[in-house]
Every structure is written in C-alpha cells, then in structure tokens.
Nanobody
Framework: QVQVVESGGGLVQAGGSLRLSCTAS????????MGWFRQAPGKGREFVTT????????YYADSVRGRFTISRDSAKNTVYLQMNSLKPEDTAVYYC???????????????????????WGQGTQVTVSS
C-alpha cells in the first residue's frame, strides 16, 4: 500500500513563496508518478502539476505555469512543489497524489485527472493573504 504525506503549507503574503513536500512510501519510488492538485473553498479539486510517466516532462495548469515548479528527489522518495509569486487565488488545500507508472513506461503519459491517481495525501492548507 502506498502512503503519501504532504507538508509545508502555511500562511504567506501575496507575492511570497512556499515549498510543499510530499513523501511516498510503500512502493519503489521510481515506479510512482506524482502529481499535485488543489481544492479551494466551494470548488472542486483541480489539477496543478505532474510529470509524464514516459519521459518526465513536466505539465502545469495554465493558472500556475511560470510560478510553480515540481521537482523530485528520488534519494529521499520526495517530490516538491515550489510556489513563487503566490496570489490570493492560490489559496486552497493542496493534495499530493501518486499513481503507478504504466508498463512499459514508454506508453505512459501525463495524468491530469484526479481519478487517475489511486493514492492521496491528507492535504496541506496554503493561504495567501492580499
């Protein structure tokens, strides 16, 4: 069973930065594809960023492209979400999610739908004040 744990949320002023961390355990990290989603109050869960399972190309929602960066430290079984130039509209609970990399890996792609991910963290609150 894969376990996913996020950390690093908090309160920040508009224009500031935060880095979220997500550690996965239970499976070989290289067999997992990680993604970040968020859910603002009164809204549905939306895709933020992920990487392709075939070539590690990164994908971002239009609303965060150029400001957020996903990265991965395989030695620590951890994926990060660096968030810069934060805006009040970035306020949400941020969720880290994991799915198994498809085999063979070259048939995999990028999953932007939450239904594609079978493992979820508990979420971490990010609040951006204006």
């Amino acid at each position: 069973q894969v376990q996913v744990v996020e950390s690093g949320g908090g309160l920040v002023q508009a224009g500031g930065s935060l880095r979220l961390s997500c550690t996965a355990s239970g499976r070989t990290f290289s067999s997992l594809i990680m993604g970040w989603f968020r859910q603002a109050p009164g809204k549905g869960r939306e895709f933020v960023t992920t990487v392709s399972g075939s070539d590690d190309t990164t994908y971002y929602a239009d609303s965060v492209r150029g400001r957020f960066t996903i990265s991965r430290d395989s030695a620590k079984n951890t994926v990060y979400l660096q968030m810069n130039s934060l805006k009040p509209e970035d306020t949400a609970v941020y969720y880290c999610a994991a799915r198994m990399r498809r085999i063979p890996y070259w048939t995999d792609g990028a999953s932007t739908k939450s239904d594609d991910y079978g493992y979820w963290g508990q979420g971490t609150q990010v609040t951006v004040s204006s």
